[in-house]
């Protein structure tokens, strides 16, 4: 037990933590000397703790259970153990990597993570592993019932015992991010990957697409909600927010497009509600296989059809979120950086119109994508990476557009316009590449090789870049390929240096980042 008395004593110190990130020996002190002077305590507050796989969770609901603390990770990799505080409505949760606990926490900075409705925080601790008592069974049975959802075993019949007691067999699911239609075949067709789906009705209400989703067994509905709560059905849209409902039955009355029993096929289609056309449903069904992915939970993105729809949906939405399609980014290498590279790097996730870094502040700079969906998307995963050995941070800027320099006016090349760039990746409606947006990763796809290029040629031009490649493969036509350098630094580089490289003949070799490993 004495592990766990050192984490709790830890954040009896300060509950934010906030006194173990000046030193370790501070004590209460530097809180207290903070709370006695309004502006020491704010600058206290900016301090973070470094990376670790460690989080620390504040301001959790008092009814918050394990597993609902542990869902919160879940979609970012494995977690190893939790810690939670009762009394204090705090907890700990170790990842399995370092790369998941930042992953999680980059993620969590632009979309605020809830736990029964309440907002949550999440941020770094300074312990960088939990020792905990590995007597507490029921942690344990519940971290490994996980474990098991995750690589897609079933769990054992003690820890679904476990499992069952906090659960019912109805899930209320709400869709944030609609940017794409969910019809209730899909919403069937990704929850019966945990088991028998009986019934589903659906509705709207404060504006939201919600439904009631009823499994034959509660164990079922646990897994469904630790595997897919917090992720996306559609890439960057769409996203699952999952609760068990009050309601252990529903009672549904019509099979139709809004509503329907599987248990009872015979159901009325109900007043002016079409029944769901076979055809239609059939088409959908095999449309939709986008969304099974092989591993449990892992939702793939969507099918091109769906894909360039959704994209229209999300264009059309572009002034939504209050804010214009405006990044601030920041603590970039000022000797390296130049809006060359930023338009490469950012342009993977948008179609960037111009690049200002800032004359005063050359270490930061103000890019223009061409709306705030792509700018989330561009903030989302670009926030917390490394380019040229630095950490860049990114956020949303409360500019609407970036100015040019006045006609006439020399700023030293620090604002580019690429309004009529032939790079953008995004213009086509429909374009595949909407499909293949994915986060940084050490693997990179490369398409548009000439055919007279070999692996050798290949390997040696990405070495030059300043990385490791670690492994290669082609393609069956030998157009495209996978590279993997060493890091996801590395690949970031390589991809800032590489995308458009000509490789003779006018061939523009086109690079992004991969979500396959070789």
């Known amino acids: 037990m004495d592990g766990i008395s050192d984490v709790a004593v830890g954040v009896k110190r300060g509950s934010d933590e906030l006194s173990m990130y000046n030193s370790p020996n501070s004590g209460m002190s530097s809180i207290s000397d903070g709370a006695s002077n309004g502006s020491d305590s704010k600058k206290l507050r900016v301090e973070e703790a470094p990376p670790s796989r460690v989080l620390h969770i504040r301001k959790l609901p008092n009814e918050a259970s394990e597993t609902e603390v542990i869902a919160l990770g879940l979609p970012f990799g494995k977690v190893t153990n939790i810690l939670t505080l009762k009394g204090k409505n705090q907890a ?97 067709q990704i929850f019966s990957k945990f088991g028998t789906v009986m019934k589903i009705i659906t509705f709207t209400k404060n504006n939201q697409f919600q439904a009631l989703l009823q499994f034959s067994d509660p164990v079922n509905a646990q897994q469904a909600k630790l595997a897919l709560d917090g992720q996306n059905i559609y890439n960057s849209c769409c996203t699952l ?38 055809s239609v449903a059939a088409a959908f069904s095999k449309d939709s296989n986008s969304l099974l992915g092989k591993i449990p939970g892992a939702l793939n993105p969507l099918s091109a059809a769906a894909a360039a729809a959704a994209a229209a949906g999300r264009v ?118 909407f499909q293949n ?45 996978l590279i993997q350098m060493s890091t996801v630094e590395e690949a970031i580089q390589a991809l800032i240096d590489l995308h458009n490289y000509n490789m003779g003949g006018n061939q523009h070799l086109r ?8």
């Open 241 to 278: 927010r999952i609760d068990f409902s009050k309601l252990v039955n529903l009672n549904v009355k019509y099979n139709n497009d809004k509503s329907r029993d599987y248990t009872r096929p015979e159901l009325p289609a109900g007043d002016g509600q079409p029944s769901i056309d076979s």
């Open 316 to 433: 059309a939405l572009g002034g939504h979120t209050g804010s214009g399609g405006v990044l601030l980014v920041s603590n970039l290498n000022e000797e390296m950086v130049t809006p060359q590279s930023l338009f490469t790097l950012f342009g993977v996730y948008g179609d960037v119109q111009r690049v200002k870094i800032l004359y005063n502040k050359k270490d930061s700079a103000l890019i223009q994508m061409s709306d705030a969906n792509q700018a989330q998307l561009a903030m989302s995963h670009l926030n917390g990476q490394k380019m040229y050995g630095k950490i860049i941070r990114v956020t949303l800027s409360k500019h609407q557009t970036v100015a040019l320099p006045r006609d006439g006016l020399d700023d030293q090349g620090l604002t580019k316009d690429f309004a009529n760039s032939p790079l953008h990746r995004f213009k086509k409606p429909g374009s595949k590449n």
């Open 437 to 481: 947006i994915f986060p940084p990763s050490a693997t990179l796809h490369l398409s548009n090789v000439p055919q007279d290029v070999t692996e050798e040629d290949l390997r040696l031009l990405f070495s030059n870049a300043g990385g490791t490649v670690k492994a290669f493969k082609f393609f069956q036509d030998r157009k495209m390929a």
């Open 92 to 188: 700990f949760l170790e990842m399995g990597t370092e790369e998941a606990a930042i992953t999680m926490v980059n993620y969590y900075t632009t979309v605020t993570p809830h736990v029964r409705n309440v907002p949550v925080f999440i941020q770094y601790s300074n312990h960088k592993e939990l020792k905990t008592d590995s007597g507490n069974q029921r942690t344990q049975a519940v971290l490994q019932a996980v474990s098991a959802v995750q690589s897609g075993g079933s769990p054992s019949s003690d820890v679904q015992e476990a499992l069952a007691a906090a659960s019912s067999p109805v899930l209320r699911i709400i869709i944030d991010n609609m940017f794409y239609p969910v019809t209730l075949d899909v919403l069937q």
């Open 511 to 518: 690079v992004s980042f991969s979500k396959s490993t070789i």
